[in-house]
Structure formats: structure tokens, C-alpha cells
């Protein structure tokens, strides 16, 4: 087990290439079941979720090559193997599964999912949406039971904006019997993304990127090659980074426009930003204003940039606020923030950072993701050593962050934990 040091106060300068995105790879892998002949995948991000996919993957019966950042799987074997277990619980989007196989055998048995734990995390949308299409679904010890005589396109309307129920409820119904319209349904970049892998395979999709989804199901689906759009909230990270602690940051391979909610708090902050085709110059005033922040669906302020916007709040002068509607209970990086010199106030569901304060290096964990993010970026500026443990949920979404962040002039390494370390990790 290893822990991130960062020895904080470098100014970062130069180039950053953003890796293909987290939330998408995670849904396309999955997708692939759907086909009757192979399908590639091309710019997968190398973090851990993708690779614990791909296994899932191989369990099912798939054949999976790895060439570089391209994956080919072969779902030609892939039988409906029960995954009540395992690997499922190491991630959120296992529950892509319950969707693709349902989709493809009428049929799946899937452990509930695990991934970052942000406060209650319901299925409930998705289920509505499998039920509505013919399904019958039961949760025996921990693991969803689907199965359907045959799908029947249905019309559904989602409580809730949700990614991933509007996702999981397109893989099942590409393949139903007639139309499905998804109504409320979430717009996510990461949902067009793979309506476009669907349509490449042979399904027909239209509305994707509104509100209303309609689905007319075909029998079959075959392979084809795809390639991945950029991670946003990586880009979104590395924008944060370079407004925190840097001079001259280019971000490469982006989609500005996917971000235009941050580019416009940082703006609104004092930072500098120009736009060209697929890249972001990142140029940082001195002092920084605080902002107050919302987190909306898309193409609202991302929930996902809420803890790494939260550091560097602490470094702007004023007081913001900051209030996640996604979800609210998103809070895990506060007190490892606190004990790194930052004022933070928690009053309801608003979350007060007051600035700007001089972080100081200390010993943190990351809970989840992004909190890992948070602390990288507070790591960044601080004076002296941050020592950051938790880095197994930092890998399930950064690819290469250590070489990235010192290839921007950070001082930044990994060490292996010694035992003593390890124990008192576990017990924290
Ligand atoms: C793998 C993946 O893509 N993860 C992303 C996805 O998670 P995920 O798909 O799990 O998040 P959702 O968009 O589904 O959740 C949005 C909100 O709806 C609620 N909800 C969701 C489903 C449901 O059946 N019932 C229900 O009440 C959730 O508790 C949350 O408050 O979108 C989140 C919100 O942008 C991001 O933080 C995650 O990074
Ligand atoms: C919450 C996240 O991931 P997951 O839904 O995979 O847990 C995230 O990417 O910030």
C-alpha cells in the first residue's frame, strides 16, 4: 500500500494531456455486451475501474485485449454469469451491468454496487426504469435479480435526473421490443457519449443531450471502433490546480465547452483562461475572490469538482459558500482540509470557507475520489510535506497523476507504507 507525498509551495507551468473520461469508459466497457461481434475502444483512460471492468468483463466470458489505451472485447462467449459478489462492489458503474445484460440475455443477477460513498446512493430510478421495461426485480441478500420474459419498450419518467439510471435504462431498452422514451432524463456529455458508441453498433437513439430520450429497439447490435471523449473532470482538476498554485498551465485535449461552468466561477475569481480548439491557458492572479457555488446536473457547476473547488476557496480572499444539491452529505474532505490549517464552517447543507488561509502540510486520507483531489490540490499549495493515504480511490479516476503533476514542475512522489502505517491506516 503507498501513500502520495506532496512537498507544497512549486509553482506549476507548462502542458497537461487529459486522459479519456472516467464516467464514460465505465459505461462504454460495459455497452460492449450489447454487440454480437467485437467492439474497440479507443483512448480508455489507464485507472484501476477500467481494468476491474475489463475483468468483469473476462468473468462473463468476453475476450479482452489491451493495446495501449485501446481495448478490444470480444462479447461473443459472454454468457449471463451471476455476479452477486467480487469485483462488482469495488465500483459504482458494475451497476452498468444489471442494464447491458438484462439488454442482451432478458437476465442478470448483480451485486449492488460499491464506488465513492458521498451519502446514500439509491438505484431506485433504475429499477423503475428495468420494471417499466418488462423486467421483474428483487434484491435477494445484497445482489439485484432482473429477469424478463422479453423487454417491451416503455415510456419513463425519472423521478430524479440521474446519469446513471438514464444510461443503465438506455442499454436495456436499445434492444426492447418497440419505443422507450426516457423523459427527465440526465445530459451529461458522458451519456452522449455512449449513444454514440449504441448508434455505432446499430441502435437507434435520438435526443441525447435533452431531456427526452427516444429509444427504437432493434434485435441486433454489432461491434465497431470507438473513440472516447476527454475527461472533464480531470481537465476540471488540473484547471483548479493551476488556479491554485500555478503561473502558465496549458490543459490539452479538452472539451472547453464541457466545463464552462467552472471556466466561468474561475473567471469570476480572477483567473485568467483563454480557449483555443482543445486546449485552456490557465493564468492565475496573484490574489483570488472568493465565490459562492451551486452544483447542478449538467450543465450546472459538477458535483465532482465540488471538493477540488473547495481548496482552493481556501485561498481566495472573502468568504464562499458552497452548496452541493447533488449530494449534500459530499463532505468527507472538510475535516482533513481543517487539520491543514483551512477555516471551514459546515452550517446546514452549506459548506463556508473563509480566506484565504496559509495551508499548512499535514498526514490525510483520501475517503473518496474527489476528496483525494481536494487534497492533492490543498497539498499543492501548502507549506512543507502533505502525506495523503487512501490513494486506492485517487487511482480509480486519475490516470498517472503523480507523473502528470510533476511533469507541471510539482514535487510530488509515491512511498510504500510500512506496516505500522498500514495498520493505522486500516483502523482510521
Ligand atoms: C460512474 C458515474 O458516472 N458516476 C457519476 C454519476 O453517478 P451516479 O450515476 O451514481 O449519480 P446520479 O446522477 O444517478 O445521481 C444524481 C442524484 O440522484 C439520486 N438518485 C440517483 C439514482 C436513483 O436511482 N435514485 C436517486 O435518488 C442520487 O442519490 C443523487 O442525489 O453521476 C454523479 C452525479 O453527476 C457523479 O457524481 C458520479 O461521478
Ligand atoms: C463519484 C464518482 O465516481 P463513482 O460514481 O464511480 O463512485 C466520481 O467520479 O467523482
Redesign the pocket.
Known amino acids: 500500500m503507498q501513500k502520495m507525498l506532496i512537498e507544497g509551495g512549486h509553482t506549476l507551468n507548462g502542458m497537461v494531456r487529459i486522459s479519456g473520461a472516467?464516467?464514460s469508459a465505465?459505461?462504454l466497457l460495459p455497452a460492449s455486451i450489447l454487440a454480437d461481434s467485437p467492439v474497440t475502444l479507443e483512448g480508455l483512460p489507464e485507472i484501476s475501474d477500467v481494468h476491474t471492468l475489463g475483468d468483469l468483463l473476462e468473468e462473463i466470458g468476453g475476450q479482452v485485449s489491451y493495446n495501449g489505451q485501446a481495448m478490444t472485447i470480444n462479447p461473443e462467449n459472454m454468457v449471463a454469469m451471476p455476479l452477486p459478489n467480487g469485483k462488482v462492489k469495488k465500483l459504482?458503474?458494475s451497476y452498468y451491468f444489471m442494464g447491458a445484460m438484462l439488454g442482451k440475455f432478458n437476465k442478470a443477477v448483480i451485486g449492488l454496487p460499491g464506488?465513492?460513498y458521498?451519502?446514500?446512493?439509491?438505484?431506485?430510478?433504475?429499477?423503475?426504469g428495468f420494471e417499466a421495461l418488462g423486467a421483474e426485480v428483487t434484491n435477494e441478500q445484497g445482489a439485484i435479480y432482473l429477469r424478463a420474459k422479453e423487454l417491451r419498450g416503455a415510456r419513463i419518467y425519472l423521478?430524479?435526473?440521474?446519469?446513471?439510471?438514464t444510461?443503465n435504462i438506455m442499454l436495456a431498452a436499445v434492444k426492447a421490443k418497440g419505443k422507450t422514451i426516457i423523459e427527465n432524463a440526465?445530459k451529461?456529455p458522458?451519456i452522449i457519449d455512449v449513444a454514440t458508441l449504441l448508434t455505432n453498433m446499430g441502435a437507434k437513439i435520438k435526443g441525447v443531450g435533452t431531456d427526452v430520450i427516444r429509444i427504437e429497439g432493434v434485435p441486433t447490435l454489432h461491434g465497431c471502433k470507438h473513440t472516447i471523449i476527454p475527461d472533464r473532470?480531470e481537465a476540471g482538476t488540473y484547471a483548479i490546480a493551476a488556479a491554485a498554485q500555478g503561473e502558465e498551465v496549458i490543459i490539452d485535449n479538452v472539451i472547453t465547452r464541457h466545463i464552462e461552468s467552472l471556466l466561468a466561477k474561475l473567471r469570476e475569481m480572477g483567473v485568467s483562461i483563454e480557449e483555443s480548439d482543445e486546449q485552456l491557458l490557465i493564468r492565475p492572479q496573484r490574489q483570488l475572490k472568493s465565490v459562492d457555488i451551486k452544483t447542478l446536473?449538467?450543465p450546472g457547476f459538477?458535483?465532482?469538482l465540488q471538493q477540488p473547488f473547495t481548496s482552493l476557496l481556501t485561498r481566495a480572499t472573502g468568504t464562499g459558500v458552497l452548496i452541493d444539491t447533488?449530494?449534500s452529505a459530499r463532505l468527507k474532505h472538510i475535516d482533513e482540509l481543517r487539520r491543514m490549517n483551512a477555516t471551514i464552517k459546515v452550517e446546514g447543507g452549506s459548506v463556508i470557507v473563509s480566506g484565504p488561509a496559509q495551508l499548512e502540510g499535514a498526514k490525510v486520507k483520501a475517503s473518496d475520489l474527489r476528496a483525494g483531489a481536494s487534497l492533492i490540490v490543498a497539498g499543492l499549495m501548502a507549506n512543507g510535506i502533505t502525506e495523503i493515504t487512501g490513494l486506492e480511490h485517487i487511482d480509480r479516476g486519475y490516470e498517472n497523476i503523480t507523473e502528470k503533476l510533476i511533469g507541471l514542475g510539482a514535487r510530488v512522489w509515491r512511498e510504500e507504507m510500512t506496516e505500522k502505517e498500514v495498520i493505522q491506516f486500516q483502523n482510521s
Open positions: 472516467k464516467n465505465v459505461a459504482r458503474a464506488g465513492c458521498l451519502g446514500p446512493r439509491p438505484i431506485d430510478q433504475h429499477i423503475k423521478d430524479v435526473v440521474s446519469v446513471g439510471a444510461i440526465a451529461e458522458e473532470i446536473v449538467y459538477p458535483t465532482d447533488i449530494y
